[in-house]
């Protein structure tokens, strides 16, 4: 279990992704700390529990939902329209575009 208390920071390599009810449920070493909706290719919703946020989740959850996209042969992987502005600042930085003004993202895998 992780103590997001002695955590200040993710990695993407303390982050896995696993199948849940509506997609992936996120986990940090283990411990459940968010939720993505969707599928392979399409994003929907990721949603990081309050005491965990501010610690890149969402970034790193994010990144490895990318390559799981790769990893099932998904060839770009869509975001939709309904994003927070601080996913917007994300989505940004990790080399999303835009996809035509407030329709969604979209990255190449």
Not at 34 to 51: C, M, Q
Not at 54 to 80: M, Q, W, Y
Request: proline letters at 5%; aromatic letters at 6%; one cysteine or more.
């Amino acid at each position: 279990m992780s103590d997001p208390n002695e955590i200040s920071q993710v990695s993407t390599e303390d982050v896995d992704l696993t199948e849940a009810r509506l997609g992936y449920a996120i986990l940090v070493n283990g411990t459940y700390v968010g939720a993505i909706e969707g599928i392979p290719g399409k994003l929907e919703h990721i949603e990081v529990e309050p005491h965990w946020e501010g610690k890149g989740i969402a970034r790193a959850a994010l990144h490895e939902f990318v390559c799981l996209s790769r990893d099932h042969g998904i060839p770009e992987v869509t975001v939709n329209n309904a994003v927070h502005p601080a996913m917007e600042h994300i989505l940004e930085t990790e080399g999303f575009e835009e996809v035509s003004e407030g329709v969604g993202w979209k990255i190449e895998t």
